[in-house]
């Protein structure tokens, strides 16, 4: 993946640096991907085009900081910019751009994006032979229903390439990274509450083995994972940070790697084969590392040749897959870190990832623009290739039941499949901004998206749709 080696206007790559380049309707900056202050937009477009003449962009700016009081909660009485299902029935956008006062339309300006944004690749490889394997899908189904947009809390990002920032683990439990800090975000209560904030000196409260006895200093979340009540924090040059909910501090951190090209990429909790509660951390460093997490001691290092984007554990425990500075995806032995299958097809790095409930199906994102599903039992070749609208798969989830699989583009589009219509049938949640993560509840019942931009930062949420057709016979 493509590593960042100053704070400045400028980051550059193992192969090539990035170029500016022009948007729809001003100049975008591609360089700036990370800021120090974090007012930004990951802009392959600027959302803030829109807020020009918007006079509630103050007030805006201002919900989306975290109030001083002891919890750090937003107060719920000052007027909300958030959208509501009954103000969108109503006509309102979803995420409250105001197109009625802009000099285009919202068809416009989905016409001029599709038109020129510009997907980033590292391995410019022609991809005409791709339209011969794509699946054929009918788009236009509805699954899950908008129900509320907030921008009381803005999800952000510091790595345009990775989008895992979002993890619900309730339908009233959504985390997500907002600055230098973890946001809850109750959906009930309609509050947001910071559970960690790494801007500052974090000192571990718990003494470890291999926890910095120093402590860390201003740590940029790149990756983060939420169960139970273990959350994981990954570092732009390496760290770890992880805390228990039901704990007052921080249980553990640490610099995984001093090696310069660092970067945490993703990291997963999960339970082994014999229920333990294990992590795993995806570094730039070619090392996936697995940690017991009761005593935060490392159990595992596993080598692979190139920088490790991604890792997701089987449903059984069994076999990991491997992802990242290669156009191969590996399936490696859990235990041994062993590769035991080599998954051939994409045409770039790949940086997503997810298993479906039953253990036989893998699905893998790639800056080729295509999401590919994987019978795990005939590695030959992949049973379909679904192809995103603008750009790269950058995050993928599948529903806890099975019955949906998500997968995100970096801006604008996620995309909702039916597997049980074999992934032929499909529901495209249109939207402008950086997408910073997507999840499903547990319980399928809700499905987030976080939004990261300047002005329109937001969390979005969608409710699953029933056939009540009980009910419906009743009235």
Excluded at 93 to 116: A, C, H, M, S, V
Aim: with cysteine; charged share 30%.
């Amino acid at each position: 993946m493509i590593l960042f080696r100053s704070w400045g206007r400028r980051f550059s790559g193992k192969d090539q640096c990035f170029a500016i380049r022009k948007g729809s309707f001003k100049e975008n900056k591609m360089d700036n991907y990370y800021q120090d202050d974090f007012d930004y937009l990951v802009d392959d477009y600027e959302m803030a085009d829109f807020d020009d003449d918007v006079e509630d962009d103050v007030r805006i700016r201002r919900r989306s900081d975290v109030d001083s009081d002891p919890e750090n909660e937003f107060d719920s009485n000052k007027k909300s910019p958030d959208t509501t299902a009954v103000e969108a029935r109503r006509g309102k956008d979803i995420q409250g751009i105001p197109w009625d006062r802009l000099n285009f339309t919202r068809e416009k300006y989905r016409e001029t994006r599709l038109q020129q944004y510009k997907n980033y690749e590292n391995l410019p490889r022609p991809r005409r032979n791709l339209d011969k394997e794509y699946t054929h899908f009918e788009r236009g189904c509805s699954f899950y229903d908008f129900r509320h947009n907030t921008r009381s809390v803005k999800a952000t990002i510091v790595h345009f390439q990775l989008r895992n920032l979002v993890w619900a683990t309730s339908n009233h439990d959504v985390y997500l990274v907002q600055n230098y800090s973890i946001m809850h975000w109750s959906p009930l209560k309609q509050k947001g509450v910071e559970v960690l904030n790494v801007a500052g000196h974090i000192v571990p409260s718990e003494k470890h083995p291999g926890s910095s006895s120093q402590g860390l200093k201003r740590v940029q979340v790149s990756a983060m994972s939420v169960k139970d009540n273990l959350v994981v924090a990954g570092g732009f040059q390496g760290e770890l940070v992880c805390k228990y909910l039901d704990k007052p501090g921080v249980s553990f951190c640490t610099k995984i790697s001093h090696d310069e090209n660092a970067i945490t990429n993703a990291v997963e909790i999960y339970n082994d084969a014999s229920g333990a509660t294990r992590l795993m951390t995806s570094n730039n460093d070619f090392v996936v590392r697995v940690f017991d997490t009761e005593k935060f001691t490392v159990l595992e290092r596993f080598c692979f040749p190139w920088s490790v984007n991604h890792t997701s554990v089987s449903p059984d425990s069994k076999l990991v897959a491997v992802l990242g500075d290669n156009a191969d995806c590996l399936l490696a032995d859990c235990k041994t870190g062993k590769t035991v299958g080599t998954l051939r097809g994409h045409l770039d790095y790949s940086f997503a990832s997810a298993w479906h409930p039953d253990g036989y199906i893998l699905a893998t994102g790639n800056q080729d623009t295509t999401c590919r599903l994987w019978d795990i039992r005939k590695l030959s070749s992949s049973l379909a290739v679904l192809k995103g609208r603008m750009g790269a798969i950058r995050s993928i989830r599948f529903s806890s039941d099975g019955r949906f699989m998500a997968m995100a583009e970096p801006a604008d589009f996620v995309h909702l499949y039916d597997t049980k219509q074999d992934y032929t049938k499909s529901q495209e949640i249109d939207l402008f901004g950086e997408i910073a993560g997507i999840s499903f509840s547990p319980d399928t019942e809700a499905f987030f998206v976080g939004v990261a931009d300047r002005t329109y930062g937001s969390l979005l949420e969608f409710n699953r749709r029933r056939m009540n057709y009980y009910l419906d016979s009743i009235l």
